[in-house]
């Protein structure tokens, strides 16, 4: 059973680091991933930065909107002592400072996933622009729950996009030429992966993935099930079953 490779989405946030900072994600990398999945928001002046939450509350000693701070008042807040005394003083990344983390990788795949938003598009734009600056467009999936933005990548960019089922999404189009003909891969959450649901999307023509195989289990379960990427909270036991099919 075949593996393209093992996604780590935003950090090990449930083990042993606090998530969305530039040492989470190089913690990922020297752990062997072969795909950074990653979150991107805008500021209140247009700066991308690499954040999963709509608010700054719940991942650092802040609150509100993201989209209500400037880039230089997020760099104020704390993004680590909520996880420990050890991790006090880590920022928000900002999405070119990301950029910079992955230079020495240039097999690393990237999944990126733009957060609904009404400015949604923007940070595509914006982001498109960066990747295409330092080639690493190739190399990329773009994830979104909304579909129309799905819709407006595809149609504007013809990059490769992951989506979910119909009910999972917003703005989902069900029409021929809708939002699964738009799409590249579909990701399922686990409480949704089935064998047959895998099977049918592959008939259709799109890649099977899932997330959130955070145990020995689910990883094995996920496997099983058919499909060819895993995203992790915590990458171990996927990284170890890979180890073990090589």
């Known amino acids: 059973m075949g593996i393209e490779c093992f996604q780590f989405i935003d950090g090990f946030n449930d083990v042993s680091l606090p998530w969305i900072h530039s040492l989470a994600f190089q913690k990922a990398l020297e752990a062997g991933v072969g795909m950074l999945e990653f979150d991107l928001r805008l500021t209140k002046d247009n700066v991308v930065v690499v954040i999963h939450d709509e608010t700054v509350d719940r991942t650092t000693n802040g609150s509100g909107p993201v989209g209500d701070y400037t880039w230089a008042e997020l760099r104020q807040l704390d993004a680590g002592g909520w996880f420990g005394k050890v991790f006090e003083g880590l920022k928000i990344p900002s999405f070119e400072e990301l950029c910079d983390l992955i230079e020495p990788y240039p097999e690393l795949l ?82 949704l992966l089935t064998a047959e649901r895998v099977k049918a999307f592959q008939e259709k023509g799109l890649l099977p993935w899932c997330y959130c195989p955070d145990t020995e289990e689910q990883v094995a379960y996920a496997l099983d099930c058919g499909v060819t990427l895993l995203t992790c909270n915590n990458p171990l036991p996927a990284i170890r079953r890979l180890q073990e099919i090589r």
């Not at 080639?135 to 990059?159: E, K």
Request: aromatic share 14%; hydrophobic share 40%; charged share 20%.
């Open 110 to 191: 990237l999944n990126v996933e733009v957060k609904s938003s009404p400015h949604a598009k923007q940070v595509v734009d914006q982001a498109m622009g960066m990747l295409k600056e330092r080639g690493y467009l190739p190399r990329c999936v773009f994830t979104c729950f909304d579909a129309a933005v799905i819709a407006y990548l595809h149609d504007t960019y013809n990059v490769k996009t992951q989506g979910f089922m119909a009910d999972e999404m917003y703005n989902f189009d069900p029409g021929e030429q809708g939002t699964y003909s738009k799409m590249w891969a579909i990701a399922f959450p686990m409480r």
